[in-house]
Structures are given as structure tokens and as C-alpha cells.
């Protein structure tokens, strides 16, 4: 196995387009990108490389690095696994061919702009791994945590929180798809073409990632590569640019700005209902950025993106309400409880009744009531108040 992190010097951009139209791509574009060669492959053996290009990163414009200069120094780590994979049996994974474990670190890392709440930065690294047998499956487990005197603080990219992307790349079939994909049982990666994951802030620094993968053949006896992956010497942050005579792309967040604001909008909508406990139901409330974004730019919906947000906006103003209302109900309900269960004890040591001790009949008013308000329902609340009273007739007679 062959590691390398820095090269010694950069190659001019006459040298990088010749590079690029080799499929094998024998070097990376810049001095800090990581070139992953698995072992063991014949001559003989087909191979391609793959790419992975981490291109963008937001962050919820919330956090901080504890110190308040709103720099960031962020771990990129990953973990890739090359494996026999054969479509025609399902959920069947065969030896491995190469692991590759490592990270980098970014210090001080600005953010370029921030937009919806978010603070969004442009990622410029990219990951090639050279010599992957055709018939595998290429797994990359991709993780970011923010480093300051604070702790780590991991950023949560995974809709489903665990926070990492988890990419598949099926090389022969020059299919992808992230844990998105996987659950929903398609590929959910379009190669290169920029794709966006999104975290639902379980516990952990809510954020998205947009990367771009891509599957270059080497020597294969037969279907043509798919078009090149885009400059790797773009702006960070800017969109990439896809190669002479590449086919068209799809819509992306950079050229339609309109539709990623309008999905970043939903997914924070999404992210209220669920604390509220809403019930509200997919598809229109979803953690799903790209499907959000992929609705917009279907026809002409980008003319209904505003009366969208806005019913969803009713909606959640509508549930806060009701839950305000049930939540002025319960506090009455509670006062009632508590009310009842401090007369009925206080009638008890009047009457010095034996064995009446513990909780149920603890002569404390705010002890009763938090015990209702944290979370007793009604046919409990009855079952204590039937016992009480029980307990109560039986020493007084009536």
C-alpha cells in the first residue's frame, strides 16, 4: 500500500487536463491530495479509480469554537474499504482487497459565507484511490469534528444520526448511493455531480456536507468511462466544473440557490416539528435535503417554494399552539391532582390512620404536583387517587 500525502511539487494546468484524460489518473491535482493505491492487482486484472471530493461543508450557524472568533479547526477523518461485490447476490460482501484508515486537519479554517443560518466553507482536498478491481465495492465512512480547547465536538452529516457519510461506490456498475440510499433501497448518488447530505443534529453539531464521487476505468475491455471528474483545481467553494465534452449535469445547490435555501428552510422545519413532537409525516416534513431540493426543481414548484415554507410555517405555529393549550390543561389537571391528594392526607393524620406512608401519601402540595407534570397520565393519576381513597374509607369508615 502507497500513501501519499504531499507532493513535492505542483503540476502545471497543461500537465493536470493530460492527466485527467488518462482514466488511471497516475497523480493527484494538488500537493495535499491523498492518493490511496490498493495492492495486488494484476496486469491483467480491470481496475478504474475512484475519487472522492469533499467540496463544501456548512455548519449551524448557532455554534462557535467556544472562543468566539468564529475560526474553526476541523479533523477530516475517513475509513475505506475495497471489497469483492457481486449485484447478483444481494446483501452478499466477499474478501477484501485494501483498508484504508486516516485523517487531515484544517486549522483555522473561515467561513467563506453564511446563508439560512449556516456557515459554509469550501473543502479543497480530494481522495483518489487508484488500482480498485472492477467487480468491488468501494465504502467510505467520512467524519469531521470540530478541534478547540472546548473538546471535539463531532458535526453531525447523517440524517439518521450517526453522524458520519457512509458511501458505497459499486466501481462496476459505476453506481452510488449514502445511508439515504441504502434505506430507501436506491442509488441516490448521481457520479460526478455534487450531492448533499444533511444531519438531523441528534445530540451532536448540526451540518451538511456536498462532495462530488466518481468512478474513472482503467483498462477495461468494455463500457465507456463516465465523463471525467470536474477541475480539481476549482475555487474552494465554488461549483465544480465539469471537463471538456462532459455531458450536461443535473441542477445543484450552486445553480440553483433558490431550491438549496428552500431545503436547507424545510429541514430546519423538519428539525422544530420533531422537538415538538408534531407528528408531522413525510414527504413535505423530511430530514431529506436532496429531496427537498430535487421537489423544487422539478417543473415549475420553484414558483410554490415560498407558499410552501409559509403552510409549513402554519403548521408548526398551529402545533406550538395546540401543545401550549394542552399544556395549560395539564397544569390545571396537576393543581387538581395535587389539590385533592393534600386533602385527603391531611384528613388521614387528623384521624391518625395506621400504615398510610410512603409517596401516595406524603403531605407535600408541590411534591404531587411535579410528580403529575412530569409525565403521569390520566389512568395512573386515577389509579393513585382510587387508592388513596380506598385506603382512606377503610380507616375512616365512610
Known amino acids: 500500500m502507497t500513501r501519499t500525502d504531499t507532493m513535492k511539487r505542483l503540476r502545471p494546468p497543461g500537465v493536470l487536463a493530460a492527466a485527467l484524460a488518462l482514466t488511471a489518473l497516475a497523480a493527484p491535482a494538488v500537493a495535499k491530495d491523498i492518493i490511496l493505491d490498493c495492492p495486488g492487482v494484476s496486469a491483467n486484472e480491470e481496475h478504474a479509480t475512484v475519487v472522492f471530493h469533499p467540496t463544501r461543508l456548512g455548519i449551524d450557524a448557532d455554534e462557535d469554537d467556544g472562543l468566539g472568533d468564529m475560526s474553526f479547526e476541523h479533523i477530516f477523518s475517513y475509513t475505506i474499504r475495497v471489497e469483492h461485490y457481486d449485484p447478483a447476490k444481494p446483501g452478499w460482501t466477499g474478501p477484501k482487497r485494501c483498508e484504508f484508515k486516516g485523517a487531515w486537519?484544517?486549522?483555522?479554517?473561515?467561513?467563506?459565507?453564511?446563508?439560512?443560518?449556516?456557515?459554509?466553507?469550501?473543502?479543497?482536498r480530494i481522495v483518489y484511490i487508484r488500482q480498485v478491481p472492477r467487480q468491488t465495492r468501494v465504502s467510505i465512512d467520512f467524519s469531521?469534528?470540530?478541534?478547540?480547547?472546548?473538546?471535539?465536538?463531532?458535526?453531525?452529516?447523517?440524517?439518521?444520526g450517526d453522524r458520519s457519510l457512509q458511501l458505497a461506490i459499486f466501481v462496476d456498475g459505476q453506481k452510488a448511493q449514502t445511508q439515504v440510499g441504502k434505506k430507501s433501497g436506491a442509488n441516490d448518488v448521481t457520479l460526478n455531480q455534487t450531492k448533499r447530505i444533511a444531519g438531523n443534529g441528534g445530540g451532536?453539531?448540526?451540518?451538511?456536507?456536498e462532495f462530488v464521487a466518481n468512478v474513472h476505468p482503467a483498462n477495461w475491455k468494455s463500457q465507456s468511462p463516465l465523463p471525467k471528474t470536474a477541475d480539481p483545481n476549482a475555487t474552494p467553494g465554488q461549483p465544480l466544473k465539469p471537463s471538456p465534452g462532459a455531458t450536461p449535469t443535473k441542477p445543484t445547490p450552486d445553480t440553483h440557490p433558490h431550491c438549496k435555501d428552500y431545503a436547507l428552510r424545510?429541514?430546519?422545519?423538519?428539525?422544530?416539528?420533531?422537538?415538538?413532537?408534531?407528528?408531522?409525516?413525510?414527504?413535505?416534513w423530511s430530514n431529506d435535503h436532496q429531496a427537498h431540493f430535487d421537489w423544487c426543481v422539478q417543473g415549475n414548484n420553484a414558483s410554490g417554494i415560498q407558499a410552501e415554507t409559509q403552510k409549513r410555517d402554519a403548521q408548526l405555529a398551529a402545533c406550538k399552539q395546540a401543545q401550549g393549550q394542552n399544556?395549560?390543561?395539564?397544569?390545571?389537571?396537576?393543581?387538581?391532582?395535587?389539590?385533592k391528594a393534600i386533602d385527603i392526607i391531611a384528613k388521614a393524620q387528623l384521624l391518625k390512620c395506621p400504615n398510610l406512608i410512603g409517596p401516595r401519601w406524603l403531605n407535600d402540595f408541590d411534591a404531587h404536583y411535579n410528580w403529575c407534570i412530569g409525565g403521569a397520565n390520566p389512568a395512573v393519576m386515577a389509579s393513585e387517587e382510587a387508592a388513596r381513597a380506598a385506603a382512606f374509607k377503610t380507616c375512616s369508615g365512610n
Do not use: H
Open 105 to 124: 486537519k484544517v486549522e483555522d479554517m473561515v467561513n467563506n459565507f453564511s446563508q439560512a443560518g449556516w456557515r459554509a466553507f469550501g473543502l479543497d
Open 144 to 160: 469531521i469534528r470540530e478541534e478547540d480547547n472546548m473538546g471535539d465536538d463531532y458535526l453531525d452529516i447523517s440524517p439518521y
Open 204 to 209: 451532536d453539531t448540526n451540518a451538511w456536507l
Open 266 to 284: 424545510a429541514v430546519q422545519q423538519n428539525q422544530e416539528q420533531l422537538k415538538l413532537n408534531c407528528g408531522f409525516q413525510p414527504p413535505v
Open 327 to 339: 399544556q395549560k390543561q395539564k397544569e390545571l389537571a396537576c393543581v387538581q391532582y395535587a389539590s
